[in-house]
């Protein structure tokens, strides 16, 4: 059976409006948002390895806040880089060969253990696999004259994490130089013209957290959990 590993990226330092830490560190439902997140993955799989990617300027306060709140799942922590792809590329050098790996958005915290299961379960069938949700608002492409023009919705997807791989292809697909085109674990993958990950159905309810009221909306999600 093939280890598996999941690299958590919270590297990011942005504070919106209103919030005195970057969003990885808020507190959701008592706790904060990154061990939600940790926290499903060690519900999946207790022996996945974790691997955490975070600011250098907040290593130890993440430390901190493990005692604070008394959370011991084992994680290896990463310093991020100046990009998302940097920060991963860093990940990945934690990461064996022979293995599943997958890349999770660390302010996604209510992904939940059978998607996870589904999206592994799939990469280890097929080198790699993907969630995605359908669109429900009407979607509308710019032109260049500052008019707009709708366009068929169910072509399109959102795309969502864990993005799931067989570590040597991610491994590989990361030695390219960084393109602005690569927005994904997927597209830097699809890159290199030697695979097309496979898509699966993702979740409403696997939202990223942005705004305050992603926040409001985890928080409620929660609630209706319990």
């Known amino acids: 059976m093939q280890k598996k590993y999941v690299l958590i990226v919270a590297g990011g330092k942005g504070v919106r409006t209103g919030w005195d830490l970057p969003k ?8 904060p948002v990154l061990m939600h997140t940790i926290t499903a993955f060690y519900d999946y799989d207790p022996q996945i390895h974790v691997i955490l990617v975070l600011p250098e300027d907040y290593t130890a ?3 901190k806040l493990c005692t604070d709140f008394k959370f011991d799942i084992p994680c290896r922590i990463v310093t991020g880089g100046a990009t998302r792809f940097q920060s991963v590329r860093k990940g990945l050098e934690m990461v064996e060969r022979g293995a599943l790996v997958g890349v999770h958005d660390g302010v996604r915290p209510l992904v939940d253990r059978s998607l996870i299961a589904k999206v592994y379960e799939t990469a280890a069938a097929q080198k790699a696999a993907y969630p995605v949700i359908p669109l429900i608002d009407s979607l509308r492409e710019l032109d260049s004259d500052d008019h707009s023009h709708a366009v068929e919705r169910a072509k399109y997807r959102l795309v969502q994490t864990p993005q799931v791989f067989w ?3 991610l491994i590989d697909a990361y030695k390219q130089e960084y393109n602005e085109a ?10 290199t013209q030697t695979l097309r990950p496979v898509m699966v159905e993702g979740s409403q309810e696997n939202i990223k957290i942005t705004a ?3 926040l409001m ?5 929660l609630r209706c959990r319990i």
């Open 167 to 169: 570590s040597d292809i």
């Open 217 to 221: 909306v985890a928080e409620t999600l």
């Open 212 to 214: 305050a009221v992603d």
């Open 61 to 63: 306060y993440w430390s």
């Open 182 to 191: 690569f927005t994904d674990d997927v597209s830097v993958v699809e890159a």
């Open 24 to 31: 990885q560190f808020l507190l959701l439902n008592g706790r």
